[in-house]
């Protein structure tokens, strides 16, 4: 990997994107780069939260229109811009530490994530109108989606920056730290999410995810069986654990099995 790099430790694996010099702005190769670390965030069975971070002072600045002006295009890799905007078969847990601008697509970048922590310096904005593009990276179908469409409208038709203390506001943020204190915060969210069953996690997302699909409700409510990461929770070691552990109070020792029997 030229592009980005790649942590892993302790059932998390942190994304850093690190291009400074050009606020990390993406490029061809590494839309390839980070469409192969997702992926393999995904299949790695022990790999339970995934992180992603800028280094410097951005987080992404979106395209490197540099890069593809030199390169010709090249079509984004199988889940879409930056290998994220379209991967709507994971459930695992993404998260993104913003630690400076996330502009057009870094925004739609960070947007895509589960949950959003940010840097006070932090700053966000689909600026495209202003040099006659439309956001294409999921921005405009997630932002009204995460914080209604009068507010998300204002954003998207103004190309306006907003601050993390705005974007808190809003409501496309779940919290706001000083910039010594992001890296820590981000840890203290992980850890949060690792107490919890890696079973349940991915059925509460996949669930919370494709319920807001159904018609309704009822209608979510009905077909939440049916859903993948739903049934393999529901057959887990995980399930009858946490039960378990609580009777005997002790901590729970999670497996992450979609099968019990695996334990014979």
Not at 58 to 70: E, W
Not at 111 to 126: H, R
Not at 140 to 158: N, V
């Amino acid at each position: 990997m030229e592009n980005i790099r790649i942590d892993i430790a302790g059932g998390v694996t942190t994304v850093t994107l690190a291009r400074p010099a050009s606020l990390n702005a993406i490029t061809p190769d590494m839309h390839d780069e980070l469409e192969a670390a997702f992926n393999a965030f995904a299949t790695d069975p022990a790999q339970e939260i995934c992180v992603i971070t800028g280094e410097g002072r951005g987080f992404c600045a979106g395209s490197d229109l540099k890069a593809v002006a030199a390169g010709g295009h090249r079509p984004y890799p199988a889940h879409g811009y930056a290998g994220l905007i379209e991967r709507f078969d994971c459930p695992k847990p993404f998260i993104a530490a913003v630690n400076g601008v996330a502009m057009g697509g870094g925004f739609e970048l960070a947007l895509a994530c589960d949950i959003i922590i940010a840097a006070e310096s932090a700053s966000f904005a689909l600026p495209e109108p202003l040099v006659g593009a439309v956001a294409l990276g999921g921005g405009l179908h997630r932002l009204p989606r995460q914080i209604g469409m009068k507010e998300a409208l204002g954003l998207i038709l103004t190309g306006k920056r907003v601050s993390a203390a705005e974007g808190l506001r809003l409501g496309f943020i779940n919290e706001v730290v000083p910039d010594a204190d992001l890296a820590a915060t981000t840890q203290r969210w992980c850890a949060e999410i690792l107490r919890c069953s890696p079973m349940a996690i991915r059925a509460s997302k996949e669930t919370v995810v494709r319920g807001l699909e159904e018609p309704g409700l009822a209608a979510a409510m009905a077909a939440q069986a049916d859903y993948p990461a739903f049934a393999a929770w529901r057959t887990s070691a995980d399930a009858s654990e946490g039960p378990r552990a609580f009777a005997e109070k002790r901590p729970p020792r999670w497996q992450g099995r979609s099968n019990p029997d695996e334990d014979q």
